[in-house]
């Protein structure tokens, strides 16, 4: 039986096991749920969590090490002389076997020692697969009847389900934590291994940005030039003009759903405005590409400006329309959130609607606002596929929003598409960016933190 059905057996068995718990609790009680500690659906999950959990947590460790396990069963009975290849020649093996066992076998010939290895591993697989699934469901049904016996009234269902509850919530917790250390540590070990072979200053300070490193000494086009302020300058100019573009509209989206519009316009109006959150970013890069980009163009040659091709304004101007749901949501969620008797404080001193908003409301709801204008900015500047397509792969040291220019995300994405080494300063260059586009978030959100903080108004 293979794992995902043994889990929606799992599921179901969890659920009977749930019923006929709180229906035990139910008959313990004599019709009286008073007698009990406490409700009859606490030790329905009582008993549900004893069918599911343990029966759970073997099928994990069974997955995590059956493989493994097993491929060492197979490699005892290769041939002697592939059991003392060196181990990257072995690993070449083991991938043979496993396109084997997958079918992937090509029009090649196929060795008979690695045909006979293939069919062993699909047999231990299939015999592991049995073994998994008698052991899974004895398990389930013994936590299943221990559960079940140990109903009564007297017993603390409640404090059992809250203790699991809550270790699953710190597990949840910690694995969260781990798991963002492990990028963090991931990226910053990869970055110093490129920090190693070119200077930190070069990378900082350097006006120019072309990461082909040379092979011999007389190539040409392969400068080998990693500054980092082209990248960083056409990412802040590109977000610089999307947020121009969305705070304004936004913000004042967000005012007239929360204290002008009517009850029934805001349940159209709103749903219809976060529909723009759910429009794929590839959509947006088409509209970008194929109508803003060539109606600038054709605008700027109207005036007389030279407008290129791919511009930081058609993709500004495009991700900040895509970025308004964003502002509007989070802002109109803010201001939603702000004590009705702020507002009736303020009507009551002879305030108009105006100056409450401006004077009372917006003050209230700030650190609100800014946490939805710091989401929309790490939105921009992690943005990548618009760029991609309205904004071109140039890195330009300029100003101009007319002109081509490219961001981090986008160079990132170039650094590491194909057959890469990781060990070349062009490959490295990409966990370089990573880690100075993650300085640079954090950087935001410890601003936003002080503003939050500096600005926070307590409310009864």
């Not at 029966?55 to 493989?67: E, H, K, R």
């Not at 908003?357 to 500047?381: C, E, K, N, Y």
Request: charge should be neutral; glycine fraction near 6%; include cysteine.
């Amino acid at each position: 039986m293979q794992p995902d059905t043994l889990i929606w057996i799992l599921l179901a068995l969890s659920a009977l096991a749930f019923y006929l718990g709180r229906n035990r609790a139910i008959q313990a009680s004599s019709g009286h749920i008073r007698n009990l500690h406490s409700l009859p659906t606490y030790y329905g999950y009582f008993v549900a969590l004893w069918c599911g959990l343990p029966a759970l947590v073997i099928l994990c460790l069974w997955l995590l090490f059956d493989d493994k396990l097993i491929l060492q069963m197979v490699i005892s009975q290769l041939p002697e002389s592939w059991r003392n290849l060196p181990e990257d020649q072995l690993s070449l093996i083991i991938n043979q076997i496993h396109n084997l066992v997958a079918g992937e076998t090509g029009r090649q010939e196929v060795d008979p020692a690695l045909q006979r290895a293939a069919d062993h591993y699909r047999q231990l697989k299939a015999i592991g697969y049995q073994a998994l699934t008698v052991l899974v469901l004895v398990i389930a049904t013994a936590s299943l009847t221990y559960g079940y016996r140990h109903v009564s009234p007297q017993m603390r269902a409640r404090n059992s389900v809250e203790k699991v509850v809550r270790f699953t919530l710190i597990l949840s917790s910690t694995l969260a934590i781990f798991v963002t250390i492990g990028i963090v540590l991931s990226v910053l070990f990869e970055a110093v291994r490129f920090f190693s072979k070119i200077p930190v200053t070069e990378f900082l300070f350097g006006l120019k940005w072309s990461p082909q490193m040379a092979i011999r000494a007389d190539q040409v086009g392969a400068s080998g030039a990693f500054g980092f302020i082209p990248l960083l300058t056409g990412t802040l100019l590109i977000s610089a003009i999307a947020m121009a573009v969305a705070t304004p509209i936004g913000l004042l989206a967000a005012i007239y759903l929360s204290e002008y519009a009517k009850s029934r316009t805001r349940s159209i109006v709103k749903p219809l405005l976060e529909v723009l959150a759910g429009v794929p970013t590839v959509v947006y890069g088409f509209f970008a590409a194929l109508v803003v980009a060539p109606l600038l163009r054709d605008f700027g040659i109207e005036l007389g400006l030279k407008v290129s091709a791919e511009s930081a304004l058609a993709a500004g101007l495009v991700m900040g329309v895509m970025i308004i749901p964003f502002v509007s949501s989070l802002t109109d969620d803010a201001l939603t959130a702000v004590p009705r008797s702020l507002r009736e404080g303020a009507y009551g001193l002879g305030a108009t609607q105006a100056e409450t908003i401006t004077g009372v409301v917006l003050p209230a709801a700030l650190p609100g606002i800014v946490s939805g204008l710091l989401l929309a900015v790490s939105r921009a500047i992690g943005e990548t596929m618009i760029v991609v397509m309205a904004a071109g792969m140039t890195a330009k040291l300029t100003l101009n929003p007319l002109e081509s220019v490219t961001t981090i995300t986008v160079q990132i994405v170039a650094l590491l598409v194909g057959d890469q080494e990781f060990d070349s300063p062009k490959t490295l260059a990409a966990f370089a960016l990573g880690l100075t586009l993650f300085l640079i978030t954090l950087a935001l959100n410890l601003v936003a933190l002080h503003v939050v903080r500096k600005f926070r108004e307590q409310y009864e």
